[in-house]
């Protein structure tokens, strides 16, 4: 294991996920032994924008129920629940940290919906799937913490059937400097690797991606209107200090420090 990779799982693990997500549900008046995917929706979207933002790229890609999807860093699982439950297709995913994956797998059988998600440890650099294995792979602010991004590229391009589709959100690095720490995904720049959006549309192009498509975004806060219960939630899963994090993030944006980019790009047929 890195020094990188061990900071990573250190940030982002917390003990007794499940339990902490049920009783933020609960104390926001839901009844958690009903528990749905709907209601999850509500705190395990955990990228700016929440909710919105995952059903914004959804509408980028083709998903239909046929589509095999790979979601490439799930984090607690939202992302998986929102299109298995939405489009009815088959997901594998994966997690650097193990107490994403396990609250992942967990929280999907609570709400009867693991006989469409797989949920495994591993990394984006090291994907053990198959060559030509899915249609679609997903990935939702990840790739701020891959040093390596010619390689993750190299590997979700192997993993994709000719035609498949690829797309991430990301935070790229902005042309006024460093962004405020600590962040969402790195509390310093030890485990931050943004690039700028050129050098990511570059490695992306060399890797052999066709029919890029980029949508880039300076100013504002970086985030969607949030309910009450997100903002909790992100304390909750992500750590205590979220608030002075987004914080950061949303004054980095807003200076040109940090870029918001949501990619869609193609294996060629």
């Given amino acids: ?13 917390l003990n007794n996920l499940t339990d902490r997500i049920l009783k ?25 924008g929440g909710l919105n933002s995952t059903i914004a790229q959804a509408r980028m890609v083709k998903i239909m129920e046929n589509t095999q999807v790979f979601d490439a860093g799930c984090g607690v699982g939202g992302s998986s629940r929102y299109l298995a439950h939405t489009f009815g297709c088959q997901i594998e995913a994966i997690d650097l940290t193990l107490e994403y994956v396990e609250a992942a797998a967990r929280l999907n059988k609570l709400c009867g919906i693991d006989d469409r998600i797989s949920v495994n440890q591993g ?4 994907i053990h799937q198959e060559d030509q294995s899915f249609d679609l792979v997903w990935c939702q602010n990840v790739t701020m913490n891959v040093r390596d991004k010619t390689r993750m590229f190299a590997e979700t391009y192997r993993v994709l059937v000719p035609g498949g589709q690829y797309t991430f959100s990301h935070l790229a690095g902005g042309p006024a400097g460093e962004p405020y720490y600590p962040l969402p995904w790195a509390r310093d720049p030890a485990y931050s690797f943004l690039s700028t959006p ?10 052999g991606f066709t029919n890029i498509e980029n949508r880039s975004r300076t100013g504002g806060s970086g985030n969607a209107a949030r309910q009450s219960t997100d903002d909790l939630a992100q304390s909750v ?16 944006r807003k200076e040109g420090r940090i870029i918001g980019m949501l990619v869609t790009a193609e294996r060629p047929a």
């Avoid at 899963?237 to 980095?252: C, F, K, V, W």
């Fill in 198 to 207: 050129e050098m990511i549309i570059q490695c992306l192009e060399e890797v």
């Fill in 123 to 126: 990394s984006v650099t090291d």
């Fill in 237 to 252: 899963i992500l750590g205590e200090d979220m608030p002075e994090r987004q914080t950061n993030a949303m004054r980095s």
């Fill in 24 to 48: 933020t549900l609960e104390v926001a008046g839901h009844d958690t032994k009903k528990l749905t995917v709907g209601m999850l929706n509500l705190v395990d979207q955990l990228h700016g």
């Fill in 1 to 13: 294991m890195t020094d990188t990779t061990s900071a990573i799982q250190t940030h982002y693990a």
